[in-house]
């Protein structure tokens, strides 16, 4: 068009020279349009060329993220297979995006199931309302996930379950997901029930252990009130009361506030081999060994508020031994003035470690004697029957021709003599089981549980964690002991008819717990069990004695119905001395 224009504007044919101006002017505005339209046409080309440009960026962005993506979730399955938790990603209606294997191992389900329905519809029933709705709340707001439910496994086995997570946000999206652990917390849920009833029965002990301070405290008051009554009463007597301080058996001295000696009598000067010129110059502090010193100046605070107080503690001598005593202390007996009795109780103390070591050796010769006793009777007068069986059986086989009543006595004496063998065996046995050092104690216990059920008509159950390693033989011997007097006393007093036999090991301890289902044990005789044979018996004593000789702790206590009896060792290895485990 434009070239038509400018040849008609050359032409003659235009005759009017208002036409062809007008002509021009159209000519002018047609080359305008057109670099218009060039100028447009290149922008469109630049913009498709930037448009293409960002396009490649995008693609290769996308690209990267997808790698990442890609990345991240094989992160994510090494790192939930590899940690000690059950990972998982739920989608906000609480399907599952990816669980671990140990997540199914936990929970219990498949992973098509975890996968097509929601996860909280899947555990305990009694848990599922208030998990699902706690579950909503937490989606609807963004927040970080905690809660804790049980879970129903399909072998009926109940877990509970500690679930932590966070939303994983997306800038675009919002909130698709949340990401988390799930850890088995079933023992520590034990561990806190069972905090919960300690806690419960040691306020009920509390109550009663205050109660009866209250009323010893009430007690000692009145002793202190009669006492200050007769110190008034005896001051005009004070050379009496001079003679029965110089004389008494007992070590006394007299101290002050700042626990300067003001006095002490013969058998002080005796136990602290000072002259009474040279112990009065002394304080208190003087007279104990360096390391008690230390938090003197608390406990004598404390000493001076509580009135009295008693106990065990070692003093120092003039030469620089020491002494073990024990203290009785009473505070300001006169304004200021405050009496310690002393007893030496070295020797005595000496004995009963002596004692300790001459009941030890006694324990230990008494189960080598059942045990060489044992052997006797099984070795000796066992095979005596044997062979006194053998020549039965010779004769037995003259039988057919031999008088009737003959016949009768060979029968009679054949049985006598099977009784015998078998009560022989019985005896030796239970004197010490030779399996015991043949084989060890789980052979042995499973022996002597199983005469001891068919003999009592008690079942005994158990529950027997091995220990992956020998242990000595008078380890073995004492657990045996105790399983033996604990079972014998079950079928003399606890008239239960089910007991319970259960042994593992915690780090270095050997635990060897029997409970039964009876009437119990008096909680009297529990508390008084210092008091060996006359609080719970020869045979209960005899084990406190094996357990505390190998260094370990027994405890007697309710169970509600029936007895504990715990015995915690320390795990001892066999030596080159001992049999095998």
Not at 26 to 37: C, D, K, P, Q
Not at 276 to 293: F, G, M, S, Y
Not at 334 to 340: E, K, N, S, V
Request: hydrophobic share 40%; glycine share 6%.
């Amino acid at each position: 068009m434009l070239n038509v224009f400018q040849r008609l504007s050359r032409s003659n044919l235009v005759p009017h020279r208002t036409a062809r101006q007008e002509l021009e002017l159209e000519l002018a505005r047609g080359r305008e349009a057109e670099r218009e339209l060039v100028a447009a046409y290149r922008a469109m080309e630049e913009r498709l060329a930037q448009h293409a440009n960002d396009l490649a960026r995008a693609n290769e962005d996308l690209g990267k993220e997808m790698a990442r993506c890609k990345s991240a979730e094989a992160r994510f399955s090494a790192i939930s297979e590899s940690v000690p938790y059950g990972a998982w990603i739920y989608k906000l209606d609480g399907t599952a995006v990816q669980v671990s294997q140990l997540y199914l191992e936990l929970t219990g389900v498949t992973i098509e199931a975890a996968k097509k329905t929601p996860w909280f519809t899947l555990i305990h029933a009694e848990d599922r309302q208030r998990v699902e709705m706690l579950w909503k709340q937490t989606v609807a707001t963004g927040r970080a996930w905690d809660c804790e439910f049980r879970v129903l496994r399909a072998d009926g086995e109940v877990r509970h379950l500690l679930s932590l997570g966070a939303p994983l946000e997306d800038p675009q999206s919002g909130i698709p997901s949340y990401a988390g652990f799930q850890l088995d917390v079933t023992e520590r849920v034990r561990l806190r029930d069972e905090l919960v009833r300690l806690k419960g029965a040691l306020e009920v002990q509390v109550g009663e252990k205050t109660e009866e301070l209250r009323e010893a405290n009430r007690h000692l008051l009145l002793d202190l009130a009669e006492r200050v009554k007769a110190e008034l009463a005896l001051r005009d007597s004070e050379s009496q009361l001079r003679a029965m301080f110089e004389n008494a058996l007992d070590a006394m001295v007299l101290l002050d506030n700042d626990r300067k000696v003001l006095d002490a009598n013969e058998s002080a000067l005796q136990l602290f081999e000072y002259p009474h010129a040279a112990i009065e110059k002394l304080r208190w502090d003087d007279l104990l060994p360096v390391e008690r010193q230390q938090g003197l100046e608390d406990r004598w605070k404390d000493f001076l508020q509580g009135g009295t107080k008693r106990g065990e503690i070692n003093v120092k001598r003039a030469g620089g031994n020491s002494r073990l005593v024990a203290f009785s202390s009473r505070a300001n007996i006169l304004p200021g003035r405050h009496l310690i009795t002393l007893k030496d109780i070295t020797d005595h103390r000496e004995a009963e470690d002596s004692l300790r070591m001459l009941s030890h050796r006694l324990m230990r010769l008494q189960d080598d004697e059942r045990r060489r006793i044992a052997r006797e009777l099984h070795d000796s007068t066992g095979q005596c029957l044997a062979a006194l069986r053998m020549h039965l059986d010779a004769i037995a086989s003259a039988a057919p021709n031999m008088p009737r009543k003959a016949q009768k006595s060979l029968a009679d004496a054949v049985t006598i003599c099977r009784s015998c063998t078998a009560d022989i065996r019985t005896i030796s046995y239970l004197l010490h089981p030779p399996m015991l050092d043949e084989v060890g104690l789980m052979p042995a216990l499973e022996w002597y549980v199983s005469g001891f059920s068919e003999r009592s008509g008690i079942a005994v159950s158990r529950e027997i964690i091995d220990t992956h390693q020998p242990l000595s033989r008078e380890l073995n011997t004492a657990l045996f002991r105790i399983i033996q007097e604990a079972l014998a006393n079950i079928h003399k007093h606890a008239e239960s008819k089910e007991a319970t036999i259960r042994l593992y090991h915690n780090e270095n301890l050997v635990i060897l717990e029997i409970t039964d289902s009876g009437k119990g044990i008096d909680p009297a005789r529990v508390q008084n069990r210092r008091n060996g044979v006359r609080g719970l018996g020869v045979g209960i004593a005899g084990m406190c004695e094996r357990v505390r000789q190998l260094g370990g702790m027994l405890e007697i206590e309710p169970a509600n119905p029936g007895t504990l009896v715990r015995a915690s060792l320390p795990i001892k290895i066999m030596g080159e001395n001992y049999g095998n485990a």
